[in-house]
């Protein structure tokens, strides 16, 4: 019986195995600083190399699937090799458009010089181009950034392939962009959507998709709020640890809304949104207790907690935030709808910018025009007025400690704030 000859392909896959496993117990500890370097870099290029071949299979694999019943080439992939299915079908579609379309890309990476993850890249910004665009400038198109592979990563090779029309095509550019643009603000717009949802446990997960633009307009108001928090830690010492950046940015969110102006809403219900917090007058001044927000019930889920607020929450809103705390005695009648001069106006902020610079927490240098107008001495909610005398400057972190009972304060001989963590 004579043996079947192996295939091609077959046989230098199972030369480059063995290659590699001659080595595979070599220390490399041991090698040169210039055989790293010829090393790293010619893995890396047969990496793209056999990339390239595993695409070109995997392209003309279909009977593959067929023979076990899967979906197509990519999913009998992902179950043999125990790979994500995503990885799986996306290298599948790079595969048919290198056999079909990507001949430049396809030929790139066989010599080395196209890595996978650009591969991608290329793929994406060609495809990406209107189908008015004719093939022979598709073409230089794949062909320049298949040029600029040699020099850009897969990141920089992207932002090249978002503007790849200025090069290869000017006089076309801004009228393919324009009309590029108009499609993907049509999309945007039919895609917008905005979810809020009770957890259960004291939060709400707020989920959007937005158009970009929208986007960037939100990260650039964030940025304002959350920047402060990105400075180093005090000299004096910070008693919370500096969170993650998304977490700032969700700390954020909450400033953001809290300095919105309602006058500047759409009118609700007859007058300018607002928000009631109603808190018995002894729960207000008691450091273990809670108050209700009214609006609960405009947010699914609000069966899980409700809308409360602790009493300490409620006093620090009451300085700054655009809720009205509506405070009720003991036959639960409001005694004090809030006072008209309940905020600073922006003559006072001003005047104590220029007093202040900066939060008055004690080693604290977050910029005053970053900073919320404090009640210095008598609370608001107790009664205090609001002249400037009786204000501060504070930093979001510092307002919220001044009105945590886990924290007493010092003031300090300069009119700074010292924080002590009780006992």
């Known amino acids: 019986m004579t043996d079947v000859a192996t295939h091609p392909i077959v046989a230098a896959v199972s030369d480059v195995r063995s290659s590699l496993k001659s080595v595979s117990g070599v220390n490399p500890t041991f090698m040169s600083t210039a055989d790293k370097a010829v090393a790293l870099i010619d893995l890396i290029r047969a990496e793209s190399q056999l990339a390239e071949l595993r695409l070109r299979i995997l392209a003309d694999a279909g009977d593959l699937a067929h023979e076990t019943a899967a979906k197509d080439a990519a999913g009998w992939l992902a179950q043999v090799t125990r790979t994500r299915f995503a990885d799986a079908r996306a290298d599948l579609g790079l595969a048919s458009a290198l056999v079909q379309d990507r001949t430049s890309v396809a030929a790139a990476m066989r010599e080395g010089s196209v890595t996978l993850a650009q591969a991608h890249v290329i793929h994406r910004a060609v495809s990406a181009l209107p189908a008015s665009v004719d093939s022979d400038t598709v073409a230089r198109a ?16 992207g932002r090249i392939g978002r503007r790849i029309l200025d090069v ?17 603000e049509a999309n945007a717009a039919g895609r917008t959507r905005l979810t809020l949802r009770r957890l259960g446990d004291g939060t709400t997960r707020i989920s959007g998709r937005v158009p970009d633009a929208v986007g960037t307009r939100f990260a650039t108001y964030l940025e304002a709020f959350a920047n402060p928090r990105l400075q180093k830690k005090t000299s004096g010492g910070d008693p919370v640890a500096r969170s993650a950046y998304p977490k700032r940015l969700g700390q954020a969110f909450s400033l953001f809304l809290e300095a919105v102006n309602p006058n500047r809403l759409p009118l609700h219900g007859g007058d300018a949104t607002t928000l009631i917090v109603t808190i018995p007058l002894a729960a207000l001044l008691s450091d273990l207790a809670a108050g209700d927000l009214i609006g609960a019930g405009l947010v699914p889920g609000d069966d899980l907690t409700g809308d409360r607020i602790t009493a300490a929450q409620a006093r620090r ?29 922006w003559p006072q902020r001003r005047a104590l ?27 608001w909610s107790q009664g205090g007025r609001t002249d400037l ?23 300090l001989p300069n009119g700074d704030l010292r924080f002590h963590r009780r006992k």
């Not at 320049?144 to 897969?154: D, I, R, T």
């Not at 007093?355 to 970053?370: I, N, S």
């Not at 005398?389 to 003031?411: I, K, M």
């Open 168 to 184: 290869v095509a000017p006089e076309i550019a801004e009228a393919v962009e324009a009309a590029r643009l108009a499609d993907l």
């Open 142 to 157: 794949e062909s320049h950034l298949v040029e600029k592979a040699g020099e850009f990563g897969p990141k920089e090779l």
């Open 353 to 379: 910018l220029v007093r202040d610079k900066t939060c008055r927490g004690e080693g604290c240098d977050v910029p005053g025009a970053w900073c919320e107008a404090h009640h210095r001495g008598k609370p």
């Open 317 to 345: 809103l009451a300085c700054t935030a655009n809720i009205l705390p509506a405070v009720l005695g003991g036959d639960s009648l409001p005694l004090d709808l809030g006072r008209t001069r309940r905020f600073f106006n």
């Open 389 to 411: 005398d009786d204000g501060e400057l504070l930093c979001g972190h510092h307002h919220h400690r001044v009105h945590d009972p886990a924290y007493r304060t010092e003031r």
